[in-house]
């Protein structure tokens, strides 16, 4: 495994490169295109053989939900610019994907075992510490959700 802050360096990502507390707000849209207030928390671990991002995200609003999803990922091999992941979201089967790095994006296509889940996630590095992610969430061909969130670091 490559050393995770020269690669931070190299890519320029602080995001998933190094752990820490990222605070998240923005706008998230259920299927019928109706906006919520979207916040939460993420926190990223690192051990030599696993990172992990737990977040906790709160969407208000009518029916105020919160979700809790703990990703597992593989960490990068040393000059890759890509990784998998996998999560366990509390809904009926586990979430796949990938983490690929392309200049100031961190892209993350995935979808559930079945195929059935389906979506990708695109978090762009705006400043400092700051990420947009702009992402959505499929069920087959229905598109089921949308956000538009921004990530700041915190401490």
Same mark, same amino acid.
């Given at each position: 495994?490559?050393?995770?802050?020269?690669?931070?360096?190299?890519?320029?990502?602080?995001?998933?490169?190094?752990?820490?507390?990222?605070?998240?707000? &923005? $706008?998230?849209?259920?299927?019928?295109?109706?906006?919520?207030?979207?916040?939460?928390? @993420?926190?990223? !671990? +690192?051990?030599?053989?696993?990172?992990?991002?737990?977040?906790?995200?709160?969407?208000?609003?009518?029916?105020?939900?919160?979700?809790?999803?703990?990703?597992?990922?593989?960490?990068?091999?040393?000059?890759?610019?890509?990784?998998?992941?996998?999560?366990?979201?509390?809904?009926?089967?586990?979430?796949? &994907? $990938?983490?690929?790095?392309?200049?100031?994006?961190?892209?993350?296509?995935?979808?559930? @075992?079945?195929? !059935? +889940?389906?979506?990708?996630?695109?978090?762009?590095?705006?400043?400092?510490?700051?990420?947009?992610?702009?992402?959505?969430?499929?069920?087959?061909?229905?598109?089921?959700?949308?956000?538009?969130?921004?990530?700041?670091?915190?401490?």
């Amino acid at each position: 495994m490559g050393d995770t802050k020269s690669m931070a360096e190299t890519f320029g990502h602080v995001y998933l490169f190094e752990p820490g507390l990222w605070t998240m707000d &923005g $706008l998230y849209f259920d299927e019928g295109g109706v906006r919520h207030r979207q916040t939460g928390e @993420l926190v990223t !671990v +690192h051990t030599p053989d696993l990172w992990t991002i737990e977040s906790r995200i709160n969407i208000s609003g009518q029916d105020t939900r919160d979700f809790s999803t703990r990703y597992e990922i593989e960490p990068f091999a040393s000059g890759a610019t890509h990784t998998q992941w996998k999560s366990e979201t509390g809904g009926p089967e586990s979430i796949f &994907g $990938l983490f690929v790095v392309v200049e100031d994006c961190l892209m993350m296509p995935w979808q559930s @075992l079945s195929g !059935v +889940h389906w979506g990708q996630e695109v978090l762009t590095r705006s400043g400092v510490g700051e990420y947009l992610s702009r992402g959505f969430a499929f069920l087959k061909d229905r598109k089921v959700s949308a956000w538009a969130v921004k990530l700041i670091r915190q401490g």
